[in-house]
Nanobody, 119 residues
Framework: QVQLVESGGGLVQPGGSLRLSCAASGSIFRIDAMGWYRQAPGKQRELVATITRGGSTNYAESAKGRFAISRDNAKNTVYLQMNSLKPEDTAVYYC?????????????WGQGTQVTVSS
């Protein structure tokens, strides 16, 4: 079994910053791609950013220039630095990981962390 635990969400004013973290634990041999997704009320879950094991990144247009994804392979952890936050960034943020275990491979999700941008 693999668990992903997010942290770092909260309430922030427009223009502020937050740093999300997501730590993976359990039966892990290697983690390939990791990513952050978000889901606002009444909307579908959408991609925010992804990062490969080698560090190549991909961002949604809405995140480019404001958000930065990074990871620490030794800690099985992915981060999302969010700057210049806007009210439309309000959502539940989920991390995702493509995990290779000792005998299988799977796609795992965290439980989500709420980010609210409001004055």
């Amino acid at each position: 079994q693999v668990q992903l635990v997010e942290s770092g969400g909260g309430l922030v004013q427009p223009g502020g910053s937050l740093r999300l973290s997501c730590a993976a634990s359990g039966s892990i041999f290697r983690i390939d791609a990791m990513g952050w997704y978000r889901q606002a009320p009444g909307k579908q879950r959408e991609l925010v950013a992804t990062i490969t094991r080698g560090g190549s990144t991909n961002y949604a247009e809405s995140a480019k220039g404001r958000f930065a994804i990074s990871r620490d392979n030794a800690k099985n952890t992915v981060y999302l630095q969010m700057n210049s936050l806007k009210p439309e960034d309000t959502a539940v943020y989920y991390c995702n990981a493509d995990v290779v275990s000792w005998s299988s491979r799977g796609d795992y999700w965290g439980q989500g962390t709420q980010v609210t941008v409001s004055s």
